[in-house]
């Protein structure tokens, strides 16, 4: 390979969703898809972006246990709820339509909530407050996922990474936005560490010993997937440094990702059959989202929000340190900073080519194959 790995945004957002149509995904839905997808490269979060296009999304596609055409059933309704059935088609289609149904009930009642069951992987959570935020609403989702995190004072992946995100519309030029896991950290960084070949983390990865595993990100990641090993919650192993916060508030994101519209949790998001063979995840999610209109006015949310958030970037910094973010900070940075393109790493330059070759799609040359 060569040493460029910068692909363009056009050229990668069009080849991706060519990908997505050639693997039947209707167009509209693959720009959807794709837009999802990147944007999460677009603020530097790699685990979430073309690193997970090929196995995570067209992987499952060609191994049926997702559908490639999705039907969106609202199955119960009111004025500020609904609760939706995904039929297993593409997660991040699912996400979007539903945050969009949540935003147009706020606008009308002051607050919409629509809850999701039988979907599938919907990309970075943060992309659904970020729309809310971009129409003045407060925006707040979260989604179960397959087991892989383990209780406090426990080594069995019983729930997963189950994030809780929420964005807050601001006056700056970012929004407030708040998008992490309820473990230390996720599945998908633990596979960016096996591509670029970098070791896990201490403490983030709990086995049946009850003791830290560390080293090779690959080996750790196949003990969480054969269930001898287990991420830890926020907080980290035991209670010492508060882990049960974070169990805690993993357990409140897979309890409204189930409870209100009566969906599968725990071991039975583990993509498997009682046979072992490959099923759909049947995910769960949520998405609320509240009208700063109804309350004193967008203006005046967005105002207060801002000098709440630069009063506290101009509290006094630790020693060695220049200056405090704000969550969305960073990543509006990074954003600024990719106007370029996306950085492609050697493993996944592969699989591009791959799929480029499989789908015939022979109007795209990338500028690492020079």
């Not at 500020?80 to 059935?85: G, I, P, R």
């Not at 080594?155 to 700056?172: A, C, K, Q, R, S």
């Not at 492609?344 to 795209?364: C, F, H, K, M, W």
Request: glycine share 12%.
């Amino acid at each position: 390979m060569a040493k460029t790995n910068i692909v363009d945004w056009t050229t990668i957002t069009n080849f991706v969703i060519d990908a997505f149509v050639g693997y039947g995904i209707p167009r509209e839905d693959a720009e959807i898809c794709a837009d999802v997808l990147l944007e999460s490269d677009k603020r530097g979060i790699e685990s979430h972006g073309v690193n997970r296009f090929k196995p995570i999304y067209l992987d499952r596609i060609k191994a049926g246990i997702q559908n490639p055409v999705t039907n969106f059933e609202i199955i119960k309704e009111t004025p500020t709820t609904a609760v939706v059935d995904g039929h297993d088609g593409m997660g991040q289609v699912i996400g979007y339509k539903s945050m969009r149904m949540a935003i147009e009930k706020a606008k009308q009642y002051g607050m919409g909530m629509v809850v999701v069951r039988n979907s599938c992987h919907y990309g970075i959570a943060g992309y659904y407050p970020w729309m809310s935020c971009k129409e003045g609403c407060i925006g707040i989702t979260g989604t179960n996922a397959r087991p892989s995190v383990a209780p406090t004072f426990g080594v069995e992946g019983m729930f997963g990474t189950n994030p809780l995100t929420i964005g807050i519309p601001t006056d700056e030029d970012f929004d407030f936005l708040i998008d992490c896991a309820t473990s230390i950290t996720q599945n998908g960084k633990i596979e960016y560490y096996e591509r670029i070949h970098e070791d896990v983390h201490p403490g983030t990865i709990i086995g049946l010993d009850g003791e830290p595993v560390e080293g090779d990100a690959g080996v750790a990641l196949k003990a969480i997937r054969g269930g001898t090993a287990a991420l830890t919650t926020l907080g980290g192993i035991g209670e010492a440094l508060g882990g049960y916060k974070g169990y805690g508030y993993a357990m409140v994101v897979e309890l409204l990702s189930a409870v209100l519209q009566d969906g599968l949790y725990g071991k039975d998001l583990d993509g498997k059959d009682p046979e072992g063979n490959k099923r759909p995840y049947h995910l769960g999610h949520f998405f609320i989202a509240i009208d700063t209109n109804h309350f004193m006015g967008e203006d005046v949310c967005r105002k207060k929000a801002g000098d709440i958030l630069r009063a506290v970037r101009a509290s006094r910094k630790m020693p060695g340190q220049e200056r405090i973010y704000t969550a969305g900070e960073k990543e509006h940075m990074v954003r600024l900073a990719r106007k370029d393109g996306v950085p492609i790493n050697e493993s996944v330059q592969a699989e591009l080519i791959a799929v480029r070759d499989e789908l015939g799609l022979t109007q795209y040359h990338f500028p690492f194959e020079d």
